[in-house]
């Protein structure tokens, strides 16, 4: 493990805020055991060892019945140890892989079969060796026919740079952490205001209001200064939200979040039970479990 990298919280506090019945983690990730799934030899960072067992345990202390497991830069494109976590879940969690253009089109039903919904693309320069316009341009054409979805990582002062293409892109789009805003600048400055154009003119295209840790310059437990942007984007577009905890927080330096109390910010995102119910459940079982959707 990297001498400055955080380990998660072995005993975060119980959240108040009670979760809806059904309510899904739309964003957490498994990071090895190493000695059993080693992480990728590309990587930009090593963390500490995440496995399933562990999420399992978090999910249910929070009150979470489902997770959405996305495949994190330090496995690259190496999915065994998201499988493995995907087979051992007994149908209560779902997928996002990493995928190189060779993939064939077996092991695309391999990840189908296993439970693998999306794939996701990483534009944050300083975590990618080269940026993936080629690739995600023909993956999204051939996973469109499995019915899955694109998730794209990329920061906010790269959106202009990136609009025309990713606007492009065919079938549903997930756009992780809100862009990852300057949340020092102002909620309705031209940069945010870019990105809530984007989920505006794209109808097609979900956000992940998440990350707060990531995001805040003030720092825990609400961090204030970045609720105005994700109560701004639940409220515009309350039928294509996603929220999840980030577990087990890749990359953190400077703190390590309470989970728990993270959990207690999202009555300060979404405000009323309808909005809660979209935002935990109704949007990620449409997205994830569209077979159990009435």
């Not at 995600?136 to 025309?164: C, K, M, N, P």
């Not at 609720?227 to 409220?235: D, S």
Request: aromatic share 10%.
């Amino acid at each position: 493990m990297d001498e400055d990298w955080l380990v998660f919280s072995p005993s975060p506090s119980p959240p108040s805020f009670v979760l809806p019945p059904g309510a899904v983690d739309a964003h957490c990730h498994i990071f090895g055991p190493g000695d059993v799934f080693p992480f990728a030899a590309e990587r930009k960072y090593t963390p500490c060892d995440a496995p399933k067992e562990k999420l399992w345990t978090l999910r249910d202390y929070l009150g979470f019945e489902r997770n959405v497991i996305v495949q994190a830069t330090c496995h690259g494109t190496d999915n065994r140890a998201l499988l493995d976590a995907l087979k051992s879940a007994a149908g209560r969690a779902r997928g996002v892989a990493s995928v190189q253009t060779a993939v064939t089109d077996e092991m695309l039903q391999v990840l189908h079969d296993a439970g693998v919904r999306g794939v996701r693309f990483n534009f944050v320069k300083r975590l990618v060796d080269a940026l993936p316009h080629e690739t995600l341009a023909e993956i999204a054409e051939r996973i469109s026919l499995l019915g899955w979805h694109t998730v794209i990582y990329f920061e906010s002062q790269d959106l202009a740079q990136l609009y025309d293409f990713i606007s492009s892109l065919p079938g549903t789009v997930v756009v992780d952490h809100m862009g990852r805003p300057d949340v020092s600048l102002p909620v309705d400055g031209a940069e945010f205001e870019l990105f809530l154009k984007l989920l505006s003119d794209n109808h097609n295209f979900y956000s992940k209001v998440s990350c707060p840790e990531r995001l805040s310059k003030i720092g825990p437990p609400k961090y204030s200064d970045v609720l105005p942007f994700a109560k701004a984007v639940v409220e515009a577009f309350p039928d294509r939200v996603l929220w999840g905890t980030d577990w087990p927080h890749p990359n953190m330096k400077t703190h390590m979040p309470d989970d728990g109390k993270l959990v207690d910010i999202i009555p300060l995102i979404a405000s009323t039970p309808v909005l809660q119910h979209k935002l935990l459940v109704d949007n990620p079982m449409n997205l994830y479990w569209p077979e159990e959707v009435d």
